[in-house]
């Protein structure tokens, strides 16, 4: 399979804290689990709805537009189309007065 499990520790706050954020997210998640699923679709569009620049990346984006990005760069998964990049300044911009 996958190879003997390695432990190693989290590459600075930044990393943590968005763990935290997103346990903190799954907290407030308003549905419940299906317990026989091993993958939890609309628990993880709930917790991809936030952007975030995660170290390495010098754009926003939504989290797992940059996981795919992130495993494309190391050859974990194949090239596709670019992934949508946002502009955080004129996501603010045409967001003000919102509550998104």
């Known amino acids: 399979m996958s190879g003997d499990t390695t432990i190693t520790k989290t590459h600075g706050r930044k990393s943590v804290g968005g763990i935290n954020r997103m346990v903190m997210d799954a907290q407030y998640f308003g549905k ?3 317990k026989e699923a091993k993958y939890q679709w609309e628990l993880s569009e709930y917790l991809n709805r936030d952007i975030c620049q995660p170290e390495g990346f010098d754009a926003y984006g939504y989290p797992n537009e940059l ?5 494309e760069r190391l050859g974990i998964a194949t090239k ?5 990049v ?3 300044a004129q996501y603010i911009e045409n967001n003000r007065g919102t509550n998104h």
Request: net charge positive; no cysteine.
């Open 67 to 71: 996981f795919k990005l992130d495993m």
């Open 86 to 88: 946002i502009d955080f």
């Open 80 to 84: 596709r189309k670019p992934a949508k």
């Open 32 to 34: 419940k689990l299906e």
